[in-house]
């Protein structure tokens, strides 16, 4: 196995956390703009293109994520899996904008806490299993994951957008770190 040595600047805390909120923050508003384009029966549609969940499930379950961070910086607790599924945000394109809009000043609320905010995580590793409780996490690395979970999501979004005959934007679905495919930059149709 050929290593290689990565090198990067560390940069200080304002800056990191700066960067986390701000790609979040992005991450959010390009979903929003997308969905902004879809008809809510399109939003709500399942089984497409070999995807079995609509966008409107992914979305809602990359809102529960930012939700549950936003909610952690003021108790500590953290719980991903603790998720309200069939609400609005799952079958109103407009319900999610408004949900998107609020977390996007959220994640701008929290923007001048530290990174190494202190975090106990709970999950659930299967389902036959208890729960891990007691996990220390800090805020900026929750940050760096609900950042790179959203982006998986909008990663399917953009296979479902694709079945329902959309172009879809460039960067879409793809990690900072991932070359970008030659793709039309829209979502048009």
Do not use: W
Not at 60 to 74: E, F, I, K, S, T
């Amino acid at each position: 196995m050929i290593q290689t040595k990565r090198t990067t600047l560390k940069s200080d805390e304002r800056a990191t956390m700066v960067a986390l909120i701000e790609s979040n923050q992005a991450s959010l508003i390009q979903l929003s703009e997308v969905i902004g384009q879809v008809r809510a029966d399109e939003y709500q549609q399942r089984s497409v293109n070999g995807v079995g969940s609509s966008i409107g499930s992914h979305v809602r379950h990359c809102l529960d994520h930012v939700q549950a961070l936003a909610d952690a910086v003021a108790v500590g607790d953290l719980d991903y899996d603790v998720r309200e599924r069939g609400t609005a945000i799952e079958t109103s394109p407009e319900a999610a904008k408004r949900r998107i809009d609020a977390l996007v000043s959220r994640l701008q609320s929290i923007r001048y806490q530290p990174d190494d905010v202190e975090l106990e995580l709970r999950t659930l590793p299967h389902r036959d299993g208890p729960a891990i409780e007691g996990l220390s996490t800090s805020l900026g690395r929750e940050l760096a994951f609900v950042l790179h979970h959203t982006i998986h999501h909008a990663s399917l979004i953009a296979v479902i957008l694709t079945g329902l005959g959309y172009s879809v934007p460039v960067a879409l679905g793809y990690a900072p770190a991932t070359p970008l495919p030659n793709r039309e930059p829209s979502c048009a149709r």
